[in-house]
């Protein structure tokens, strides 16, 4: 019959694992791994917001883990509970780091968009300053409101920047 394994006797091995996980650059290394896929692996965004120093500096590094830890479930960002403290403190602090200038060409741009060239509809507006474009992530559509009657929606994938991005 096998011996009991006593914790102290796993200590040396759990510790030799979990540090396996924190060598130089892991925050990086954990972003392109858990966040990229959405956020891009140059976090300039792609179905998610970008994670840019200068769009996190009104957030402190304690919302930061604390969005990475629970998630923000309307906006379809996962939860990342399974992560220790310390991993997500590392994609936060590579987050906080200085990032290249990122820059676009005008080809860039317009090889990024398309112009809707589809029929255009009278949506019955009577009052413009009455109408609110709402963005419905969780149902993958954007609505147009006037007041609270939905005069239209359309897909999500037909909108580029916006509110969530800026």
Known sequence: M????????????????????????????????????????????????????????????????????EGIPSSGMPPFDFLPDKLIGEIVEYLRSPHDSVSFTLRDVRSSRSEWDGPSKDLGVKDIRNVTVLIDKGGGRVLVLEGSRVLDTFPLRNVHGGVEFS
């Open 2 to 69: 096998a011996s009991p394994i006593s914790p102290r006797s796993l200590a040396p091995s759990l510790l030799l694992f979990f540090s396996s996980f924190s060598t130089a650059g892991s925050g990086e290394s954990l972003y392109l791994k858990h966040c990229a896929q959405c956020h891009h692996e140059d976090r300039i965004g792609r179905t998610a917001p970008p994670l840019l120093p200068e769009f996190l500096k009104k957030k402190s590094s304690k919302e930061l883990t604390r969005i990475i830890k």
